[in-house]
């Protein structure tokens, strides 16, 4: 082992010294020995591959000739000179161009001596250019390590420019292997390496960086994601075993009148067996004298809210208040009407805060939440105001949680002695391969079956050119007695202008839907909340038959009655969003549709979206696709996506992976919980180091 020498700063290596050390640290993070030997190529190459300059085409990358350079000469232009050398092989000429660094390069470039010149090809007044080449003598290529498949390091402008190349820096990873004798220790227990059949660490990283054969490089990059997703799982895992140990929460063990009244004489429905499933767990995290920290993760329409009452209902049995906290009013207030209703029967006191409560049933509802006569309050972001101040909050609920931050989480637990249980409720399905790298330290819940006699709800696609027909068709299902959702793009940068599309949408839909024989409703950001209120009750009430509206209708709403969901200008939506609004469907007994308008031109992700729509009714498979397109980072939104800095694996395609490391770490846990067996030794170093390092290939060596 060599741990000490590892942790070298890099200024020591032979070939880096102070300048290049400082660029290291401050363009890539690399410190020391350690962290260049992480430092891991994105891409490989076929280096024994040479294009000749007749063959060359425009605007390709990675493009390497042979050939030499006969003359340089400088050229002045307004924006500062540039240098260009004329370059030859035996089929034609190119230029080489430099507009930065040309002294040393000028200097140092020697000519009609063969090189090899690699980078991007442009093609400028009828010749070939390739700016910035990276160059090195035939006879050195030659010599340098021989490999077809040449990695290619990530980089940046900057380190280009000061001539920090690829090659740059696969010499300096020769020289590490020099120095360190290519030696690395294990650091995945042995059963795994024999189940799995890897090759070992040390093994590993000299494939990624010089790869012997196709082959072995797949290996070595197996062997290396399995052990970066490994150790975030264990992480994980310990994470959330130590807060199950550590945080005390308020047990509640007893299952009262509320719930059983409930349950037994109220629920307006059977309950499926997944909703089933999932009370039963929460029962027994609320039960277990540790804090409740648990995602819930279920389709649109498969049932949450149900779950959220009866769970609330368990903490006010046991003496303690509840809250549901939505992302936006209109929800917030469906959930407070909803409940109203479901809890009629019982003796429960329910209010309803949000941004326009009137200051005096503000004041009343603060005041009734202190003195305890309040048990549920419902509301949106109003609820995390210090003022709201609860005598005893022992369950707090968040809705639709995308919209919400984990500071917001964490606020609410806040609000009494100890920590309130957490139930975190989704339907923009988190894919499962992300929920277990981010949620690993959450328990997770879901709820994979809709209530019965579900149908399908049929998706098309359908051109604006088409309208007419899909005008006639809502005439048909109106005649039937359903009602319509037309929903329009809300961009925030551009409100006004989406604001004019809805208004002139609303305006067509008025011209062809003729009052008093149809009535529509119209809702949008820009109205006051009371004003909303009244159209979505209209709607909601079946007064009117038509709901022309922006997204603020996305999460949550819900009339059993509206059968027909039209999407305007569809290609602007992402995938979630699309699967949200259509989510608004679908919801009675009667055959649902979301028709997707859009305009001829679409680009290919905007395709890919609406075909997935198309095809599948499945959040999950949905939001495997969105991450597809999107890219973790995007869907997570910056603060959640640190953990997804992965270094080699790949969350999206690595997915298996992932699923199996994660499944090795559990089995290790449950054999091994404190990492003690002697066998174990080297995995508890290394998660140790992980543990107290952010970034785990800065302590795995
Ligand atoms: P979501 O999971 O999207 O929040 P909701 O809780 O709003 O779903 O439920 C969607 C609809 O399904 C509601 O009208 C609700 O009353 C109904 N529902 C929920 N569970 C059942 C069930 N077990 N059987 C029949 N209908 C149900
Ligand atoms: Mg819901």
Redesign the pocket.
């Known amino acids: 082992m060599n741990a000490n020498l590892l942790q070298t700063p890099i200024d020591y290596l032979k070939g880096v010294g102070p300048s290049r050390a400082e660029l290291f640290r401050k363009e890539l993070g690399i410190h020391t020995y350690q962290d260049l030997i992480n430092f891991f190529p994105n891409r490989y190459l076929d280096k024994t591959k040479y294009y000749k300059i007749n063959q060359l085409q425009q605007n390709s990358a990675d493009i390497q000739v042979l050939g030499k350079i006969v003359a340089f000469r400088t050229i002045e232009q307004k924006r500062g000179k540039r240098l260009v050398a004329d370059f030859v092989d035996e089929t034609g000429k190119m230029e080489l161009v430099w507009f930065r660094g040309q002294k040393w390069i000028r200097e140092n470039l020697k000519l009609n001596i063969p090189y090899v010149i690699f980078g991007k090809t442009n093609w400028f007044n009828g010749l070939f250019s390739m700016p910035h080449p990276e160059m090195e003598l035939l006879e050195e290529h030659e010599k340098s390590l021989r490999t077809a498949m040449q990695p290619v390091y990530p980089s940046s402008e900057k380190l280009t420019n000061k001539g920090i190349t690829n090659r740059v820096i696969n010499k300096l990873m020769q020289q590490l292997f020099i120095e360190t004798k290519g030696k690395f220790y294990d650091t995945l227990p042995q059963n795994i390496h024999e189940d799995l059949k890897l090759i070992s660490r040390a093994e590993a990283l000299f494939n990624v960086h010089f790869p012997k054969s196709q082959e072995l490089l797949s290996r070595a990059q197996f062997r290396l994601k399995f052990e970066e997703l490994f150790y975030i799982q264990l992480q994980l895992l310990v994470k959330n075993m130590l807060h199950k140990k550590r945080i005390k929460g308020y047990v509640f063990d007893t299952i009262g009148d509320n719930f059983e009244t409930f349950y037994k004489e109220h629920l ?5 067996g997944a ?1 089933k499933k999932v009370i039963k767990e929460i029962r027994s995290d609320l039960g277990s004298g540790a804090q409740m920290n648990r995602l819930l993760q ?9 779950v959220a009452l009866m769970s609330m209902l368990i903490a006010l049995d046991n003496g303690f208040q509840a809250c549901l906290m939505a992302p936006t009013e209109i929800l917030s207030v469906q959930h407070y009407t909803g409940l109203i209703e479901l809890c009629k029967e019982l003796n429960t006191s329910i209010e309803l805060l949000t941004g326009s409560t009137k200051a005096s049933k503000r004041r009343e509802i603060h005041e009734k939440l202190e003195n305890g006569e309040l048990d549920i309050l419902i509301g949106t972001h109003a609820l995390l105001e210090d003022k709201v101040k609860f005598k005893n909050l022992g369950l707090a609920i968040i ?1 639709e949680q995308h919209r919400f931050g984990v500071e917001q989480r964490s606020k609410l637990w806040k609000k009494n002695e100890l920590p309130s249980h957490i139930l975190v ?1 989704t ?1 923009t399905p988190i894919p499962r391969t992300l929920a277990m790298s981010l949620y690993g330290d959450l328990d997770v819940s879901v ?1 994979d079956e809709l ?3 579900r149908r399908p709800i049929k998706t098309v696609h359908r051109f604006d050119s088409n309208r007419l027909k899909v005008f006639r068709f809502i005439r048909d299902e109106i005649e039937k007695g359903r009602q319509i959702y037309i929903v329009y793009p809300l961009i925030q940068e551009s409100e006004k202008m989406d604001y004019k599309d809805l208004m002139d949408g609303y305006e067509s839909v008025s011209r062809e839907f003729p009052m008093p024989k149809y009535q529509i409703s119209i809702v949008h950001g820009q109205m006051k909340s009371a004003d909303k209120n009244y159209e979505m009750d209209r709607f909601i009430n079946g007064d009117t038959q038509i709901m022309v509206a922006t997204t603020v209708i996305e999460v ?1 709403v ?1 009339v ?1 009655n509206a059968s027909v969901m039209i999407i305007e200008s569809s290609e602007r939506f992402g995938l979630s969003q699309l699967h949200q609004l259509r ?1 608004r469907v679908g ?1 009675g007994a009667e055959q649902s549709y979301c028709i997707l308008m859009s305009g001829h031109k679409l680009s290919e992700d905007s395709k890919t979206r609406l075909q997935t729509m198309v095809s599948t009714n499945d959040g999950f498979e949905l939001a495997e696709v969105d991450l597809k397109l999107r890219g973790p980072g995007n869907l997570m939104g910056k603060q959640q996506s640190g953990i997804l800095n992965l270094k080699i694996a790949d969350i999206v395609k690595d997915n298996q992976i992932l699923k199996s490391a994660r499944d090795y770490a559990k089995r290790l846990l449950t054999e091994d919980p404190n990492l003690e067996m002697p066998e174990h030794k080297m995995v508890k170093y290394t998660y140790q180091q992980v543990a107290k390092h952010k970034n785990i290939w800065n302590y795995i060596s």
């Open positions: 307006p429905f059977k309950l499926t909703q279920g389709d649109v329409g498969s049932g949450k809210t149900i809705d409720m339907a709820i209530p019965p006699g949550g819900n059993p989510g919801r």
